[in-house]
């Protein structure tokens, strides 16, 4: 996977799901539910698998930590 292929879902203020490109400015999609922005990162990216911001914490990790779906 190159750089270009990886993609991020990152929770907005507003309660909706950007998906992102690394260094990128603005979202390729923004979805309403986290769901949703994995299937659609899926699209864009066929044979990747995007990294989704954790959303709360867990066992296995925290807010600040990233996971693969």
């Not at 539910?33 to 959303?55: C, D, H, M, N, Y």
């Amino acid at each position: 996977m190159t750089k270009k292929d990886e993609l991020f879902i990152e929770r907005r203020e507003q309660g909706d799901y950007a998906v992102r490109r690394p260094g990128s400015q603005r979202a390729s999609d923004v979805l309403p539910t986290q769901k949703e922005a994995i299937e659609r990162a899926k699209e864009l990216s066929p044979g990747s698998t995007p990294l989704v911001e954790r959303v709360r914490n867990t066992d296995k990790g925290h807010p600040d930590k990233w996971r693969k779906p």
